[in-house]
């Protein structure tokens, strides 16, 4: 993490930048934009985190206040993990309307790209904006030769787009796939303009 001095990235004076500084703007669907993610958007995470488990925690039974503490703790441990091991990575917060809507955190390593999280908040979903956040990420690393990884929960529903869009399992992680998708022929990606066709 590091302190910014000035205005950049919507990161206004003495905020903390989370992740490594952007190497450029990164592109956002229509009707809204990134902007680097900061410390002050801690609790809009453990938000996001409790939305993508909701439905997971329905069948439990738990009390609600009891549902609410686990998905705290899990959101928080969840957070001190991906500070301590993607410190390096970038960390962008999706904006429609001033409002914080989703999360993607990218890692470019120099073997491969891996989206350590990519994440909607429920009145997000269903729009075209994961579909489309997802084709910018893949073109970005076709266009740099490099494979692209991600960690899926293989109860997500997502399992079936990152499959369409060429993600095959490559380990077998228990509760998760690992997934991976190659790199394309440089020729190809450069005739589509980098751009994956989502159908």
């Known amino acids: ?16 930048r989370l992740g490594a500084p952007a190497r450029v703007a990164r592109p956002a669907p229509a009707a809204t934009r990134f902007r680097a993610a900061t410390t002050r958007d801690e609790a809009f995470f453990a938000a ?23 998905l705290a703790q899990q959101a928080a ?19 429609r309307n001033g409002e914080p809507v989703g999360r993607l955190i990218l ?11 990519i994440a909607l908040l ?40 990152y499959r ?4 095959a399992t490559v380990e077998d992680k228990g509760v998760y796939d690992l997934m991976m998708r190659p790199a394309a022929d440089r020729k190809t990606a450069d005739a589509a303009d980098g751009r994956v066709a989502i159908s």
Do not use: C
Request: cysteine-free; aromatic content about 8%.
């Open 107 to 117: 890692a470019r390593y120099p073997s491969q790209h891996s989206i350590v999280d």
């Open 122 to 161: 429920p009145q997000a979903r269903g729009q075209g904006l994961g579909s489309a956040i997802l084709a910018e990420v893949i073109a970005e690393a076709d266009n740099a030769g490099k494979p692209l990884a991600i960690h899926v929960e293989k109860a997500n529903r997502a399992m079936r787009l």
């Open 164 to 167: 369409r869009l060429g993600f």
């Open 1 to 16: 993490m590091t302190t910014s001095d000035r205005v950049t990235d919507g990161i206004v004076e003495g905020d903390t």
């Open 77 to 95: 441990a969840q957070h001190v993990h991906y500070v301590r091991h993607y410190e390096d990575a970038e960390w962008w917060v999706l904006e």
């Open 48 to 70: 996001l985190y409790a939305s993508t488990r909701v439905e997971e925690l329905a069948v439990t039974g738990w009390p609600e206040a009891m549902q609410a503490a686990f």
